[in-house]
């Protein structure tokens, strides 16, 4: 069999483990998986506040609402990324977020405005949904890619024999849900979550996070590996699909406990 039969096949089979109507990862499937854990992992009495507040009863169901609405007119000045200096590894507000534009500064933004009784309940209640998107959207590696290249929207790649980008690879492709549902494969993720991983994973700040994608990036995202051409290698792919995974699990676990906190005070 030749070589570009080979590689056709392997791409098919690639393909063919992620389902068309589930999506695939940071898309809309990969928010409600965050949501999902994030839900398996709160306070009982932080999710009753939660449906009895802000009539959510789960949090996948609006995890994807701040980007529905970007395509509103009325999108909010809010940004999904945030971009590190060039040939820096680590954020500072002050040179690479001045204006506080970008997704570390917009969850701290919206942590405040959560537990602020002087914000209304509709006020609150769309921060509750910024946080529960933003919250994830700094754990995409991508998000905290160069700004040069937006973030590897410019860099043309191959997934198996589909044309594609380097941000969308991170975004939709490296999550294999293999004929789940976005809740079934985020039950999986939540499984093999340990209580040492719980502790691990909690706490830090938005900046720590974003250092931590920015360090993944760096070393992982950017660090292309090819089989043929622009085709990316199965080690590559394999390597992305573990840290992608992680990535979910960590976002969910910091997503409740980021809520724990918050809520607690507040109801």
Not at 49 to 71: C, G, P, S
Not at 167 to 182: E, P, Q
Request: charged share 30%; net charge positive; hydrophobic share 35%.
């Amino acid at each position: 069999m030749g070589n570009k039969v080979v590689r056709c096949l392997i791409g098919l089979v690639l393909l063919s483990a992620i389902p068309l109507q589930e999506g695939r990862a940071w898309g809309p499937a990969g928010h409600r998986i965050v949501g999902t854990i994030a839900e398996m992992n709160l306070d009982p009495r932080v999710l009753h506040a939660i449906r009895t507040e802000f009539n959510i009863n789960h949090l996948a169901n609006v995890a994807n609402w701040a980007d529905e609405i970007k395509r509103s007119d009325k999108k909010p000045d809010v940004l999904h990324y945030t971009n590190i200096a060039v040939n820096h590894r680590t954020y500072n507000q002050k040179r690479d977020c001045p204006r506080k534009r970008c997704v570390t500064e917009k969850i701290k933004k919206y942590e405040s405005v959560l537990v602020d009784p002087g914000s209304s309940r509709k006020i609150r209640k769309e921060a509750f949904k910024f946080l529960v998107h933003l919250i994830a959207d700094v754990h995409q590696p991508m998000h905290l890619g160069y700004e040069k290249d937006r973030g590897g929207n410019d860099i043309a790649v191959y997934f198996g024999s589909k044309p594609t980008n380097l941000h969308r690879i991170w975004d939709h492709d490296l999550v294999f849900l293999n004929g789940k549902t976005s809740r079934q494969f985020a039950r999986r993720l939540n499984r093999s979550i340990t209580p040492e991983n719980k502790i691990q994973w909690s706490g830090g700040t938005p900046d720590d996070w974003s250092n931590e994608s920015r360090a993944l990036v760096l070393d992982v995202g950017y660090n292309l590996q090819f089989s043929r051409g622009r085709e990316l290698s199965l080690d590559y792919i394999r390597h992305g699909r573990k840290i992608v995974e992680e990535q979910l699990q960590r976002a969910g676990i910091r997503l409740a406990d980021r809520l724990n906190r918050l809520l607690k005070i507040e109801f």
